[in-house]
Structures are given as structure tokens and as C-alpha cells.
């Protein structure tokens, strides 16, 4: 059984960065992709980008282009997204989710990150 | 990017009702339309994959229909675990985007 677990809450400062790891346990790391979804209080799902481990290719949505790095280290099965300048609108749950390939749906989510941007 | 429009936004049935909520596409997507269903603090979970295939471990009284623009997700009797938030995805191309959700309640 395919296992998401995520590193636990943060609260940054604005301007800041943070990195939220996702370990991953069940099947094969490197063959599957892996999105990072945030999720807004109150709001939907918007999906920020993803990786497919084996190739070490990543795609992002434009609206984070340059601010979001998603890696992977195959040794640990952890993937990790990074989101440097902080504002309080990036403040939102952080979901990792786990997709047979790439474009495709999500089968496995982890159980999610809050990270709280304040001064 | 592919808008997704849910409808309605929200609802309120009672146990035992048989409850449809559409989707709806900006162009044509074929039949690349997930659906998932989220509870109150938890991550998302895949009812619905592919417009029609029922994920593994999802009851029967769920299905999904439709292709193209148009799509819906049915749940034939309504049950007390299944008040939560649904969302469908379109994952035919990047970015995959998500409708803006509909809220099942209690009525």
C-alpha cells in the first residue's frame, strides 16, 4: 500500500522560504509522479507542479515559476517542495499526492502540511 | 489553462437521496475527469478516475459519467459518511485544474 507521509507544520515569516519533505513508502519511488497541491483556508486545490523521480524531470504551474523547486531523493523515497518570498496568501495546506504517471490522476495523498505565513 | 466549473456549489440532501453534481469544462477533454471527495481536516481521496472507473475501495453507490465537456458524479443512495466536499480534476493537460468544489450537507 502506497504511504505519503509529510514533514510536520511551519510558520514563516514573509520574505522567508520554507521546505516540506514527502516520504514516500509502498511501490516503486522513481516510477511514479508526484504533484504538490496547496489548499487555501476555505479555498480549493491548486496544483503547483510535480516531478517524475526516475527521469528528474519537474514542470511547474506559471503561476509559481521561480519562486517553487520540487526535487527527489530516490535513495529515501522523499520528494521535497521548496517556496521561497513568502507572503501571507501562501499561507495554505501543502498536500503531496502520488500519480500513476505524469497527467494522470492522484491516487495516494499525503496527510497534508499548514504552513502559516505572519509577521 | 482549462477552467472547471462545479454545480452546485453546495447542497443539503438526506441519507438515502440520490445526489448528482456536474462538472463542466472550459473545451473538450475527452474523458480525462477525476473526482475526489475530501472530509473536514483530511487530504482529498480518489473516488474516480477516467470520467467512469470506480477506484478500488470505493462503494458502488458512486459513479461518474460523461465525456467531452460535460461530466457528473452520482451517488445512487446517500450515506451519513459521505457529507464532505467533492472535486473533479482534469488532468488532460497541464496544468491539471480542479473545479471549485461542491459541499454535501445534511439537510
Known amino acids: 500500500q502506497v504511504q505519503l507521509v509529510q514533514s510536520g507544520a511551519e510558520v514563516k515569516k514573509p520574505g522567508s522560504s520554507v521546505k516540506v519533505s514527502c516520504k514516500t513508502s509502498g511501490g516503486t519511488f522513481s516510477s511514479y509522479a508526484l504533484s504538490w497541491v496547496r489548499q487555501a483556508p476555505g479555498q480549493g486545490l491548486e496544483w503547483m507542479g510535480g516531478?517524475?523521480?526516475?527521469?528528474?524531470?519537474?514542470n511547474y504551474a506559471q503561476k509559481f515559476q521561480g519562486r517553487v523547486t520540487i526535487t527527489a531523493d530516490k535513495s529515501t523515497s522523499t520528494a521535497y517542495m521548496e517556496l521561497t518570498s513568502l507572503r501571507s496568501e501562501d499561507t495554505a495546506v501543502y498536500y503531496c499526492?502520488?500519480?500513476?504517471?505524469?497527467?494522470?490522476?492522484?491516487?495516494?495523498w499525503g496527510q497534508g502540511t499548514l504552513v502559516t505565513v505572519s509577521s | 489553462d482549462i477552467q472547471m466549473t462545479q454545480s452546485p456549489s453546495s447542497l443539503s440532501a438526506s441519507v438515502g437521496d440520490r445526489v448528482t453534481i456536474s462538472c463542466r469544462a472550459s473545451q473538450s477533454i475527452s474523458i480525462f475527469l477525476n473526482w475526489y471527495q475530501q472530509k473536514p481536516g483530511k487530504a482529498p481521496k480518489l473516488l474516480i478516475y477516467?470520467?467512469?472507473s470506480l477506484q478500488s475501495g470505493v462503494p458502488s453507490r458512486f459513479s461518474g459519467g460523461g465525456s467531452g465537456t460535460d461530466f457528473t458524479l452520482t451517488i445512487s443512495s446517500l450515506q451519513p459518511e459521505d457529507f464532505a466536499t467533492y472535486y473533479c480534476?482534469?488532468?488532460?493537460?497541464?496544468?491539471?485544474?480542479f473545479g471549485g468544489g461542491t459541499k454535501v450537507e445534511i439537510k
Open positions: 516531478i517524475i523521480p526516475i527521469l528528474g524531470t519537474t
Open positions: 499526492a502520488r500519480a500513476p504517471n505524469s497527467g494522470s490522476y492522484y491516487f495516494s
Open positions: 477516467v470520467a467512469s
Open positions: 480534476q482534469q488532468t488532460y493537460s497541464t496544468p491539471p485544474t
